[in-house]
């Protein structure tokens, strides 16, 4: 099988963990937003960071517990390494991944107002016939067909770097 049918063939495979994890680390600020609208932003991630330390740990995005850790600035951290390469671990090239988890101001109250009330900040697709696709069109610039709504994530930070640290958790894995 070659490389790029194994990738796909991996892409297949784990697309729904992906999905899974991308809507649930969209999802968390809600569970704390009443107590602290700033749930979800810059030092305000904390739950989102520690549901994605779990996971990391529960998919074995890493091969030992302690292989993920939180640096002294709170930022998520995590190494892997092949130990059956024979190379010795100083002569290694290194892939470096960077992101980020926090959000700009989640404003959940005028996703629904604006949007027409069929996608919240947190929840995602609500129902789609209820989208003002006019107003999300002049917000995003650039929108799905209706039919492929249901195929997409919704929410504050799916299009920016939650996606990409997911995308990271998965190349690790």
């Known amino acids: 099988m070659s490389l790029d049918a194994k990738i796909a063939a991996l892409a297949e495979k784990y697309l729904p963990l992906a999905s ?9 600020p809600a569970d704390t937003y009443e107590q602290d609208p700033n749930s979800g932003m810059s030092n305000h991630e904390g739950p989102r960071l ?23 600035f709170g930022n998520i951290c995590w190494y892997i390494e092949d130990k059956e390469e024979e190379m010795p ?26 949007l027409g009330g069929g996608v919240h900040a947190f929840n995602g697709l609500i129902d789609k016939s209820k989208i003002d696709r006019a107003a999300l069109e002049q917000n995003i610039g650039w929108v799905p067909k209706e039919e492929e709504y ?21 190349a690790t894995k």
């Not at 899974?20 to 968390?28: C, D, G, Q, S, Y």
């Not at 520690?50 to 939180?70: A, G, P, T």
């Not at 249901?150 to 998965?170: F, H, K, P, T, Y």
Request: one cysteine or more; proline letters at 3%.
């Open 150 to 170: 249901e195929n997409c994530i919704w929410g504050r930070g799916c299009a920016d770097q939650l996606a990409g640290v997911i995308s990271q958790m998965m």
């Open 20 to 28: 899974e994890w991308l809507m649930e680390a969209i999802r968390i």
């Open 89 to 114: 671990s100083a002569e290694k090239k290194v892939v470096y991944f960077d992101g980020h988890t926090d959000t700009v101001d989640p404003l959940p109250q005028q996703w629904t107002t604006v």
């Open 50 to 72: 520690h549901y994605l330390m779990d996971q990391i740990r529960k998919h074995k995005c890493v091969v030992e517990h302690d292989d993920v850790w939180f640096d002294e």
